[in-house]
T-cell receptor
């Protein structure tokens, strides 16, 4: 199946700094989902992007889907310690098999 | 709603033993997914069901792994015999639709095979 590449693998920031993680694919994606997993926890759905060039916001989080639908990003403004965790993007394989394929994730740590 | 329920939360067993992981999906969700998470390989889909029928088991590592869904409210993932390399966190997730709907994950089962 398709494989989405996420960068960076790790990111450490000071509280109040911004953070961005990127998700890239060599092929056009049907849609993309973003999940957050707190340390020791389970993945929790954040958002789904479907349309080319789509931008969605959730408080301090901004999600973008590229014009060519081959990349996506998650930006957090003014990080807080509660933002700590691993952020995953996940894409849907095409055709009739609608399984999600997850990227390896970006682990965010925030220094208070 | 109680969310996706998994049991046990932790399992420690010895190599060669049979392990059975259990999952109760959210009521009304037609899709159930089993994932395995390790540091090396990340979050991998093992198998998923639609209306209790296995749709894609291409992620199941080998014949030692089997999964069943006898009814809409219960699924099992069995490993027999278990090996140390099976040590991982196993998540069950459910959704109303596949691929275009959010998946709700259970708390996971942390499996350690000695």
């Amino acid at each position: 199946g398709q494989q989405v590449m996420q960068i960076p693998q790790y990111q450490h920031v000071q509280e109040g700094e911004d953070f961005t993680t990127y998700c890239n694919s060599s092929t056009t994606l049907s849609n993309i989902q973003w999940y957050k997993q707190r340390p020791g926890g389970h993945p929790v759905f954040l958002i789904q992007l479907v349309k080319s060039g789509e931008v969605k916001k959730q408080k301090r989080l901004t999600f973008q889907f590229g014009e060519a639908k081959k990349n996506s990003s998650l930006h957090i403004t003014a990080t807080q310690t509660t933002d700590v965790g691993t952020y995953f993007c996940a894409e849907t394989s095409g055709g009739s098999n609608y399984k999600l394929t997850f990227g390896k994730g970006t682990l965010l740590t925030v220094n208070p | 709603d109680a969310g996706v329920i998994q049991s046990p939360r932790h399992e420690v067993t010895e190599m060669g033993q049979e392990v059975t992981l259990r999952c109760k999906p959210i009521s009304g969700h037609d899709y159930l997914f089993w994932y395995r998470q390790t540091m090396m390989r990340g979050l991998e889909l093992l198998i998923y069901f639609n209306n209790n029928v296995p749709i894609d088991d291409s992620g199941m590592p080998e014949d030692r792994f089997s999964a069943k869904m006898p009814n809409a409210s219960f699924s099992t993932l069995k490993i027999q015999p278990s090996e140390p390399r099976d040590s991982a966190v196993y998540f069950c997730a459910s959704s109303r639709l596949a691929g275009v709907d959010e998946q709700f994950f259970g708390p996971g089962t942390r499996l350690t095979v000695l």
